[in-house]
């Protein structure tokens, strides 16, 4: 079992940036999959980026594309997310979850989540 804990959140102007962290327990963090999720106001909860266990394969949605870069360092039990400039859309509750085993884009593919970290965007 993994419990996740989300930091690095908070209210910034368009452009800026922001890294989240994910900070895991646990002595097998090398055996999951990492993914950060968000979920803005009145929307559904969507992928943003994931992570293989070794830390290979990065994934990213569309929207994040050439702006968000996620990492992690197993020897930290880590994962994070660059977030650089910054849009008003980008805002939302940010997630992360863990699988044992290989990466999905789905958040049912998940068995272990956080408690989430606010970022806010303004214009």
């Known amino acids: 079992q993994v419990q996740l804990v989300e930091s690095g959140g908070g209210l910034v102007e368009g452009g800026a940036s922001l890294r989240l962290s994910c900070a895991a327990s646990g002595r097998t963090f090398s055996s999951y999959a990492i993914a950060w999720f968000r979920q803005a106001p009145g929307k559904e909860r969507e992928i943003v980026a994931t992570i293989s266990r070794s830390g290979g394969s990065p994934y990213y949605a569309d929207s994040v594309v050439g702006r968000f870069t996620i990492s992690r360092d197993n020897a930290k039990n880590t994962v994070y997310l660059q977030m650089n400039s910054l849009k008003p859309e980008d805002t939302a509750v940010y997630y992360c979850?863990?699988?044992?085993?290989?990466?999905?884009?789905?958040?049912?593919?998940?068995?272990?989540w956080g408690q989430g970290t606010q970022v806010t965007v303004s214009s």
């Open positions: 979850a863990a699988v044992r085993g290989i990466n999905t884009y789905y958040p049912g593919g998940y068995d272990y």
